[in-house]
């Protein structure tokens, strides 16, 4: 838990890589997991779909030390952030919410809507 409180504003707190690389395939983009995330017919699972994406886009099995999540308690309430490790340390800080579970579906669903924005 840190002392500094939550961090508002701008959502992805740093980047060591600077940018994505631009050569993705169209079946690599994020735009195909965040549809499917949300898609009114299927849960909002933005971790899987962060997941998924972070797979396509390295080619490889994401292990938990690819995409870590680190929550802080502040009063009653939780924000996470999500820490990509596999591309470059790009790191996205979510809402606060109100359970752990839900904070590391938003910091996932940020950094998938970052990602998104940055190679469309």
């Given at each position: 838990?840190?002392?500094?409180?939550?961090?508002?504003?701008?959502?992805?707190?740093?980047?060591?890589?600077?940018?994505?690389?631009?050569?993705l395939?169209?079946?690599?983009?994020?735009?195909?997991?965040?549809?499917?995330a949300?898609?009114p017919?299927?849960?909002?699972?933005?971790?899987?779909?962060?997941?998924?994406?972070?797979?396509?886009?390295?080619?490889?099995?994401?292990?938990?030390?690819?995409?870590?999540?680190?929550?802080?308690?502040?009063?009653?309430?939780?924000?996470?952030?999500?820490?990509?490790?596999?591309?470059?340390?790009?790191?996205?800080?979510?809402?606060?919410?109100?359970?752990?579970?839900?904070?590391?579906?938003?910091?996932?669903?940020?950094?998938?809507?970052?990602?998104?924005?940055?190679?469309?």
């Open positions: 838990s840190s002392s500094c409180g939550p961090w508002f504003g701008q959502h992805r707190v740093s980047s060591r890589s600077g940018s994505l690389p631009m050569q395939g169209v079946d690599l983009g994020p735009s195909d997991a965040l549809a499917a949300e898609d017919a299927s849960p909002q699972d933005w971790k899987t779909a962060l997941n998924t994406f972070c797979q396509r886009h390295t080619r490889k099995v994401i292990s938990k030390v690819d995409i870590e999540y680190a929550t802080s308690k502040y009063g009653q309430q939780y924000q996470a952030t999500v820490s990509l490790n596999c591309l470059g340390g790009l790191k996205y800080a979510g809402e606060l919410t109100l359970s752990v579970k839900r904070a590391e579906q938003n910091a996932a669903r940020i950094a998938l809507q970052d990602i998104n924005s940055r190679i469309s």
